[in-house]
Nanobody, 122 residues
């Protein structure tokens, strides 16, 4: 079964940084729109950012603008999410997912990872 794998989560203090990575062994991520989503306890899954196959980037929501940056490593077949100036409200399980187009609607994505926990706390 095709699956994505996230890594890079952990515990960080407010104001700190983390870099999440999304990889796939049997899927060429460069052919897909790759989205990052997050889900906090008791909340709906929300779109964070997306990168198109051609490299165009989208951020969803004002809360991450200027702090989160999505990027691709074509040679490594990975997509990363650089998260700076992290805040307690960024605490969530972060997922990457693949789709044909970038959209904040998580039901439009065909392939998902199992998620990586990000906890922002002092």
């Amino acid at each position: 079964q095709l699956q994505l794998v996230e890594s890079g989560g952990g515990l960080v203090q407010p104001g700190g940084s983390l870099r999440l990575s999304c990889a796939a062994s049997r899927l060429n991520l460069n052919l897909y729109a790759i989205g990052w989503f997050r889900q906090a306890p008791g909340k709906e899954r929300e779109g964070v950012s997306c990168i198109r196959p051609g490299g165009g980037r989208l951020n969803y929501g004002d809360s991450v603008k200027g702090r989160f940056t999505i990027s691709r490593d074509i040679a490594e077949n990975t997509v990363s999410l650089q998260m700076n100036d992290l805040k307690p409200e960024d605490t969530a399980v972060y997922y990457c997912a693949a789709s044909s187009v970038c959209t904040p609607t998580y039901t439009s994505y065909n392939y998902w990872g199992q998620g990586t926990q990000v906890t922002v706390s002092s």
